[in-house]
Nanobody
Framework: QVQLVESGGGLVQAGDSLRLSCAAS????????MGWFRQAPGKEREFVAA????????YYPNSMKGRFTISRDNAKNTVYLQMNSLKPEDTAVYYC????????????????WGKGTLVTVSA
């Protein structure tokens, strides 16, 4: 089992950048594919990005390509989400997720979730 704790959220202005971090503890970090999801007020949770166990592969939905970058540091048991050119519509709670399978299984339903960190983008 793995525990996930997100950090780095906050209030920013449109056009700013922000980097979220997710620290994992428990079972070996490199066992898991990792990812980020988000949930905006009144909307369903949506997939943002995923990265394979050793970082060789990443995956983004088309709507997230270009502004968001996922990365991981297995030595630090941490996964990151770099967000650039933020827009008010990026306002959401961002959740870190882990899956014992692959990117494919993570995107369809991760095994583990963090509690989330709030990102608010003002116009």
């Amino acid at each position: 089992q793995v525990q996930l704790v997100e950090s780095g959220g906050g209030l920013v202005q449109a056009g700013d950048s922000l980097r979220l971090s997710c620290a994992a503890s428990g079972r070996s970090f490199s066992t898991y594919a990792m990812g980020w999801f988000r949930q905006a007020p009144g909307k369903e949770r949506e997939f943002v990005a995923a990265i394979s166990r050793f970082g060789s592969s990443t995956y983004y939905p088309n709507s997230m390509k270009g502004r968001f970058t996922i990365s991981r540091d297995n030595a630090k048991n941490t996964v990151y989400l770099q967000m650039n050119s933020l827009k008010p519509e990026d306002t959401a709670v961002y959740y870190c997720a882990a899956d014992e399978g692959s990117i494919a299984t993570l995107t369809s339903g991760p095994d583990y979730w963090g509690k989330g960190t709030l990102v608010t983008v003002s116009a």
